[in-house]
T-cell receptor, first 113, second 117 residues
Framework: AQSVTQLGSHVSVSEGALVLLRCNYS??????LFWYVQYPNQGLQLLLK??????LVKGINGFEAEFKKSETSFHLTKPSAHMSDAAEYFC???????????FGTGTRLKVLA | EAGVAQSPRYKIIEKRQSVAFWCNPISGHATLYWYQQILGQGPKLLIQ????????DSQLPKDRFSAERLKGVDSTLKIQPAKLEDSAVYLC???????????????FGQGTRLTVV
């Protein structure tokens, strides 16, 4: 069975500071990993994804994530937070992209001026 | 390219009433998903279709929820009768390829926010 754990339901950072949102997964098969962002009253928008190949993946809006198999992690980072990054972020796992997407419980990012 | 369309955006009903949600996926997408997102939680898969067949409905409360995808295009999700705990956002998503093939992204609609009072 697959599962996703997001550590920290709420994260606050100052504008310009590093953003680090944590995601750990459990999967018995090679996973596909995703980060989605959800703005208020909106659907989910894909930030970035890991399928195969390079373990450091770059996404939209300056975000990136690194797949670390030994740590079963896929943490999301951004060097400098912007006010517009305030949203809820969801990590998800899929069994090699052929099956359902399983989401974590989400991390709400607050950016302080 | 048009995105995933859902309607209505908001719905308020009394408990024991029935309600239906509609989803039109991105044109040509074979796989369609319905997710339930309760406040403060991540989306949970209710049902997954490939074309007009059900791939996974293991978490669909079948005593009150039903879904169909006629002609393998748009889909409706129905709740009858609704309970207070059904209050949530119902998200529809689609992916271009079918089950057993590699899907590298699910595209989500804006969701329908259901409030049961």
């Amino acid at each position: 069975a697959q599962s996703v754990t997001q550590l920290g339901s709420h994260v606050s950072v100052s504008e310009g500071a590093l953003v680090l949102l944590r995601c750990n997964y459990s999967s018995s098969v090679p996973p596909y990993l995703f980060w989605y962002v959800q703005y208020p009253n909106q659907g989910l928008q894909l930030l970035l994804k890991y399928t195969t190949g390079a373990t450091l993946v770059k996404g939209i809006n300056g975000f990136e994530a690194e797949f670390k198999k030994s740590e079963t992690s896929f943490h999301l980072t951004k060097p400098s937070a912007h006010m517009s990054d305030a949203a809820e972020y969801f990590c998800a796992v899929s069994r090699s992209g052929t099956y359902k997407y399983i989401f974590g419980t989400g991390t709400r990012l607050k950016v302080l001026a | 390219e048009a995105g995933v369309a859902q309607s209505p955006r908001y719905k308020i009903i009394e408990k024991r009433q029935s309600v239906a949600f509609w989803c039109n996926p991105i044109s040509g997408h074979a796989t369609l998903y319905w997710y339930q997102q309760i406040l403060g939680q991540g989306p949970k898969l209710l049902i997954q279709f490939q074309n007009n067949g059900v791939v996974d409905d293991s978490q669909l409360p079948k005593d009150r929820f039903s879904a169909e995808r006629l002609k393998g295009v748009d889909s409706t999700l129905k709740i009858q009768p609704a309970k207070l705990e059904d209050s949530a956002v119902y998200l529809c998503a689609s992916s271009p390829r079918g089950a057993g093939e590699v899907n590298t992204e699910a595209f989500f609609g804006q969701g329908t926010r259901l409030t049961v009072v």
